[in-house]
């Protein structure tokens, strides 16, 4: 096996919280676990406990979280800032119509628009850069239905806030990945506990339906699976 080979089929940051299932079980049910071997005993739990913190700080580094979270908020304020502007620019484009031959979605407003509201930062800069393109080559006609300077720069200064912020979520997205990648061992480790209690959760609870499940790692990822969902649908209906 190489030192940085995957064992694990869930998601880098599922296996955390998979693991803090398995720790409840074993808390729980210790009696039993000690009764079958003496491997279980007070230091496998503190050493488990152990594992599972040292992988979430590796998946979720709170610092990097931290600054993620805020260039996130601080790209969606940069693309919303350019609702208002881009609505204008769509009322000028009509108003010149006849003049320019172009409909606010051949300019490329609709599409920023769309793109803003999905939150689709490459998208929001390909059509920001045909917005400018477009602001560029019909000036001339536009200035005098309203398009002010002020405006033009609006949108020229949106590609540099906008992709400065996306290339700091790239490289922290990026960099965050090299780290677990590097630290493999880490994760690979607490795999392997949680491989060995779940498989001594089975041959102890052969016969009981729900603790089977709680010992059987797919169950465990669906249930994390189905609770990140859960959150998510909360979170969107903020």
């Known amino acids: 096996m190489e030192k940085n080979e995957r064992l694990y089929k869930c998601k880098n940051e599922e296996l955390p919280i998979i693991a803090a299932y398995v720790l409840y079980g074993i808390k729980r049910d210790l009696s039993d676990f000690q009764a079958y071997s003496p491997i279980f005993d007070d230091k496998y739990i503190v050493d488990f406990n152990r594992k599972i913190i040292a992988a979430n700080e590796l998946v979720n580094p ?28 769509a009322g000028y484009v009509e108003f010149a119509r006849k003049e320019i031959q172009i409909t606010p979605t051949g300019f490329g407003i609709t599409a920023l628009k769309k793109r803003i509201k999905a939150r689709d930062a490459e998208g929001v800069l390909q059509n920001l850069r045909l917005v400018n393109a477009n602001i560029q080559k019909y000036k001339t006609q536009l200035e005098p239905y309203g398009l002010t300077q002020e405006m033009i ?24 990945r090299a780290t677990v990648q590097a630290n493999m061992n880490i994760l690979n480790d607490l795999y392997l506990q ?42 969107d209906a903020k």
């Open 194 to 235: 949680i491989t060995v209690i779940c498989k001594t959760g089975k041959i102890l609870y052969p016969n009981n339906v729900v603790k089977l499940s709680e010992y059987t790692f797919i169950k465990l990822m669906q249930k994390v699976r189905s609770a990140s969902k859960e959150a998510k649908k909360k979170n």
């Open 62 to 89: 709170r610092v990097e979280m931290e600054d993620s979270k805020a260039a996130t908020e601080r790209l969606h304020i940069g693309m919303d800032a350019l609702i208002v502007p881009a609505n204008r620019l």
């Open 153 to 176: 720069g609006l949108f020229t200064k949106g590609i540099s806030i906008i992709s400065a912020e996306n290339q700091l979520q790239y490289e922290t997205t990026e960099n965050r």
